[in-house]
């Protein structure tokens, strides 16, 4: 599976930032997608992951209320809704996908190492 991320970019805090990851390829086989961020200097973080059928969602403690991931199925993209973005949101961040099992859940969905392909990287730069 190819991913292509997109939609990053600079913002001022408590705005809102739209992001997309396509995917093209082998993508029946792709079950789970997500999104992941990195700060400098920091470790990659697990932001929020859907299961590619289902309505399965999980989200990481510090972007609950305010981020929602959703897919679009014929477009082959699933988007990162960020809303009252703060300056701590700031990140390179990543969409990731993998095969997925049905009984997988949350710790799962949330640990990168499970993710077997990984897009280019966008930047969110959230201003103070």
């Known amino acids: 599976v190819q991913l292509q991320a997109s939609g990053g970019g600079l913002v001022q805090a408590g705005g809102s930032l739209r992001l997309s990851c396509a995917a093209s390829?082998?993508?029946?086989?792709?079950?789970?997608l997500a999104w992941f961020r990195q700060a400098p200097g920091k470790v990659r973080d697990f932001v929020a992951a859907?299961?590619?059928?289902?309505?399965?969602?999980y989200y990481a403690d510090s972007v609950k209320g305010r981020f929602t991931i959703s897919r679009d199925d014929a477009k082959n993209t699933v988007y990162l809704q960020m809303n009252s973005l703060k300056t701590e949101d700031t990140a390179v961040y990543y969409c990731?996908?993998?095969?997925?099992?049905?009984?997988?859940?949350?710790?799962?969905?949330?640990?990168?190492?499970?993710?077997?392909?990984w897009g280019q990287g966008t930047q969110v730069t959230v201003s103070s």
């Open positions: 990731a996908a993998a095969p997925a099992g049905p009984s997988f859940g949350s710790a799962w969905f949330s640990t990168s190492a499970n993710y077997n392909s």
């Open positions: 390829g082998r993508t029946f086989s792709t079950s789970a």
């Open positions: 859907i299961r590619w059928s289902g309505s399965s969602s």
